[in-house]
């Protein structure tokens, strides 16, 4: 299986000074701002408005819309006032401040190297900043933003750094690949931790190399020092597991934002276009997602309500797209139906104590299970169903 490389930016591709871009960044567009608004106003509303998007957890709202909903009636003014200031901003100014950062030597033989061996790569960098600021800061790196397979921006994410589903949406916006994973980057608590609580394998970059001695020899250094670990890696430990209650829950807190970014902005006509007689429409698709969520999932978590060892039956659930008649449903509406139902879900699994997550059961098609392994399924059945949204989209 081909590796997943997941490449944080700031301070790892592009050495980045936090504590001087972004009073930087800040100044500069309460500048842009200021013939139309108190600068002062500005920089308190871009703080604030930052902080919304890091503390939401809505898959229904981008990033980008959370900070519009936050950002703008704290300056009393409508949005569309200010487009062509910012818009000008991002093209005109943000540029300027290239001079406040500097490429990481280390970045574009590594991205080279590994484009060379076919690996895909991700900027996972936090959403927190619109696309064109992104890719000025990559070319700022001496990359192209082509060169990557995903570059995550504000306008497409729902979750930041802060969440470790902000992994789970990138993972799941590249098709939810099988096969080997690592999250690199320079933040402990922002890079690292949260992927690994997703349950991914992850290389913390150091300015110097690392000593090679000791448990963590080989996962923290330069990117010279990453490559020198690829080069000798045995992949099968880069492989993610996802089996903790922590990862369970993550996917599936993620996959109505994934969905929702796959999908939101389809036309009717995509929604219903039949990539070959014998699959599904996409249509077809999300509304077996509902049902499977509404009748069979929730059904299968309060089995465990009751005493002793639940038996947790499996429908077949192929037949419901024709018994149902999926293919003339809208498939907007039954999105939103699906994102109702996961929410139900997602409380069912929160409400959960930690020691019923082990109790036993058997199941109709795996046997001896427990609580937490029937919840994985439903994962699983998650990862499964979004790498075949990716690979129809792929084909539209």
């Known amino acids: 299986m081909t590796l997943t490389i997941l490449l944080d930016l700031d301070d790892t591709l592009l050495n980045t000074n936090q504590d001087v871009f972004v009073p930087a960044y800040f100044q500069a567009l309460s500048t842009q701002l200021a013939p139309h608004l108190d600068s002062s106003k ?11 998007m890091n503390q939401s957890e809505d898959t229904s709202r981008t990033l980008s819309e959370v900070f519009e ?35 990481n030597p280390h970045a574009k033989p590594f991205v080279e190297w590994a484009l ?35 570059v995550s921006t504000f306008e497409d994410f729902h979750f930041s750094k802060t969440h470790a589903a902000y992994y789970a949406e990138v993972l799941g916006r590249v098709g939810w690949q099988d096969g080997p994973v690592i999250m690199v980057g320079n933040d402990m608590e922002r890079d690292i931790l949260p992927a690994q609580r997703l349950g991914l394998a992850t290389f913390f970059v150091e300015k ?16 010279s020092d990453l490559r020198r670990y690829l080069e000798s890696a045995d992949f099968a430990s880069l492989n993610p597991s996802f089996k903790s209650k922590e990862s369970i ?70 037949v419901w797209a024709s018994q149902r008649d999926y293919l003339h449903e809208n498939g907007f ?6 994102n109702e139902a996961r929410q139900a879900t997602l ?43 990716w690979t129809l989209l792929k084909r539209l």
């Open 333 to 338: 509406d039954a999105l939103r139906e699906f």
């Open 208 to 223: 110097e190399s690392a000593s090679q001695s000791g448990p963590e020899a080989g996962r923290r250094g330069t990117l």
């Open 42 to 52: 500005v920089a308190r509303a871009l703080l604030t408005s930052t902080n919304s």
């Open 249 to 318: 829950l993550t996917i599936h807190a993620s996959t109505p934002a994934v969905m929702n970014g796959l999908l939101g902005k389809l036309s009717p006509e995509e929604w219903k276009r039949k990539p070959s007689p014998s699959e599904w429409t996409l249509t077809e698709l999300i509304c077996h997602l509902r049902d499977t969520e509404r009748e069979i999932n929730h059904m299968q978590l309060k089995l465990f309500n009751g005493s002793g060892e639940p038996f947790i039956p499996r429908p077949d659930t192929s």
């Open 69 to 103: 909903d936050a950002f703008y009636p704290q300056l009393g003014i409508r949005k569309r006032e200010l487009d062509s200031s910012i818009q000008e901003f991002y093209e005109q100014v943000f540029p300027t401040l290239k001079s406040v950062t500097s490429p």
């Open 347 to 389: 409380d069912i699994l929160k409400e959960t104590p930690d020691a019923d997550w082990e109790r036993k059961a058997r199941h109709a098609i795996f046997g001896p299970t427990n609580f937490r392994e029937v919840a994985s399924f439903m994962g699983d059945h998650d990862r499964l169903h979004i790498h075949q949204t």
């Open 116 to 150: 060379s061996k076919s690996y895909r790569l991700i900027v996972a960098t936090d959403p927190l900043l619109p696309r064109a600021a992104t890719f000025h800061r990559i070319r700022w790196a001496g990359l192209d933003p082509r060169q990557f397979e995903l």
